[in-house]
């Protein structure tokens, strides 16, 4: 009888899959050559038993014969587990091998995803390329197309004909290229007076730097300073090759370039730029010469965006004299100027010389420019916030109702039952509402104001905000409602959180005047804004 040769158990764990199935394969040969041991074994008994008569000895075989009988049984099952694992071997080898399959697979998408990612991103330098190369030239061609327009200018335009020009133009205007909407069309006697006095300078804005000012302030506007700043150096290193630095047209081009710095935020150099263009205008047109102001007013406004308050208000001061002695004292450009001085002094708490400045220009306001002009009405609200920081709100609120029922009259002609402002409108609610016989009817019995007055102003508007907030602090709940809703309604934009609540800011300060004297807000300064009492009006930036 043949024996049986396993593996040492402490050596399975250090066995390969090869070896366990060669292993397999030797206890299978193994358990086959003992089975058949067995059968012969077992087939002798059952000849003996046949041959046996004792019962002793026929027991005894039969014994044997069972159990011979059960390690055949033990044989066969071990012989069917080797089967089994031989067949479990050959499917993991089978999976083995799709998983090979599928790896080569998988190394060969990514090599192809990383070929197309890559000829993507050369497709995408490509197209990048291309986009630069077409900005560029739209550029070189709208530049191209600038300098044409500079060469019909210097061919259509001698020098001769630019220093005789028409004696109706107002070369102000080239200074401050947005004052001609502001102020009309009803100041002629203004408008050849600043002519004269600009003249007697003996130099005007040449037509091609005009062009050049208003083309980089439609590049500045559109935030496209990547054009804007390099366009403007190029004219003045052009002009400075050609004139000299020592030359008013240098001079000009200095401000427009402070001007794109401004925008920009880099206060430093547009005040270096500034300083060097009054140097140059004081030298060459000297120092009572209208751009002189203009660049002096520039100055100031600059040093107030940077809240150098005591810095600026010399300047300011200088720029009003020039105005007044050029133009005389009732301009309107002086009373822009008297804006732009009261705004600076107010920053500095300096309340009585801001009361002074802002009714100086009120006067002149209203006397050149009639009671109608949107100026009058924004000086009025600059000098109600005025009133609002030292605590006078009854003076306040005198202001505020003037602005609302001259817009009143302005639409309906007069004031009576049927057509009456809103603040009284208001009132007249409050005082129904403490009687305790509150009008129920709807907003829209007088809600028509709104509408038929046109109250698309921002004045106007502001004037309703202030007034409503000057009302909740003295107690008018119901008439500061009244005044609020007909703002909302009556706005064209959305709501300005920032020039909604400086009123209500101020008018929470306190009620000693003191304190408001002590209080400085920040200077918001935008051309021919209204709104809050922190914007003056009068605050322009003169381009050229």
Request: charged share 30%; glycine share 6%; with cysteine.
């Amino acid at each position: 009888m043949s024996t049986m040769v396993y593996p040492r158990e402490e050596k399975l764990d250090k066995l390969s899959q090869e070896e366990i199935i060669s292993n397999t394969k030797l206890v299978m040969q193994g358990l086959e050559a003992l089975k058949n041991e067995h059968n012969s074994i077992l087939h002798s008994l059952l000849e003996t038993i046949k041959c046996l008569k004792k019962d002793e000895e026929a027991n005894l075989v039969h014994e044997k014969s069972n159990l011979l009988r059960k390690s055949v049984e033990m044989i066969e099952l071990g012989l069917g587990e080797a089967q089994v694992m031989m067949a479990l071997s050959n499917h993991l080898n089978a999976v083995e091998s799709e998983k090979q399959k599928l790896r080569a697979q998988v190394r060969r998408l990514c090599q192809e995803n990383q070929w197309l990612r890559d000829e993507l991103a050369n497709t995408q330098q490509k197209l990048q390329r291309s986009e630069q190369t077409v900005a560029q030239l739209e550029e070189e061609k709208k530049h191209l197309e600038f300098m044409n327009q500079l060469k019909k200018y210097d061919e259509d335009v001698s020098p001769s004909e630019e220093k005789e020009g028409d004696s109706t133009k107002d070369s102000l205007d080239d200074l401050f290229p947005n004052e001609e909407e502001e102020h009309g069309p009803g100041l002629p006697h203004q408008h050849s007076s600043a002519v004269a006095a600009a003249q007697q300078g003996g130099y005007e804005i040449p037509a091609r730097l005009r062009t050049l000012h208003n083309l980089v302030i439609q590049y500045a506007s559109q935030g496209r300073y990547e054009v804007a700043v390099p366009l403007c150096k190029q004219a003045l290193e052009d002009l400075e090759k050609t004139s000299g630095h020592d030359h008013p047209d240098v001079a000009t081009m200095l401000n427009i370039l402070a001007l794109v710095y401004r925008d920009q935020n880099k206060y430093k150099e547009a005040a270096h730029l500034l300083n060097d263009a009054l140097s140059i205008r004081e030298k060459t047109l000297g120092k009572d010469h209208p751009a002189v102001a203009a660049t002096l007013n520039n100055l100031a406004v600059l040093y107030g965006k940077r809240g150098k308050y005591k810095e600026a208000e010399p300047l300011c001061k200088r720029a009003l004299e020039i105005r007044e002695k050029v133009l005389g004292k009732d301009h309107p450009d002086v009373a822009k100027q008297l804006n732009n001085l009261a705004l600076l002094c107010q920053n500095q708490g300096k309340y009585d010389e801001v009361e002074y400045y802002y009714c100086r220009a009120l006067e002149i306001y209203e006397s050149c420019l009639g009671p109608d002009d949107p100026n009058v009405a924004k000086t009025k609200n600059n000098l109600a916030s005025c009133y609002l920081k030292q605590g006078k709100y009854k003076d306040a609120e005198v202001l505020y109702k003037e602005i609302l029922t001259r817009a009143h009259v302005k639409e309906f002609g007069s004031v009576d039952d049927e057509h009456k402002p809103i603040w009284m409108h208001a009132e007249e609610r409050e005082e129904m509402s403490k009687s305790k016989h509150r009008d129920s009817a709807p907003y829209a019995e007088y809600g028509g104001w709104y509408k038929a007055c046109k109250v698309s102003s921002p004045t106007v508007n502001t004037t309703l905000r202030n007034l409503g907030a000057l009302y909740r602090r003295q107690g008018k709940l119901e008439a500061a409602e009244t005044l609020e809703e007909c703002a909302v309604r009556s706005r064209r934009q959305g709501i300005d959180p920032i020039n909604q609540t400086k009123v209500v800011e101020i008018l929470k300060e306190g009620d000693g005047t003191e304190r408001h004297r002590s209080l400085g807000g920040s200077v918001k300064y935008e051309n021919a804004t209204d709104g809050s009492e922190e914007v003056s009006m009068g605050v322009e930036w003169s381009g050229a």
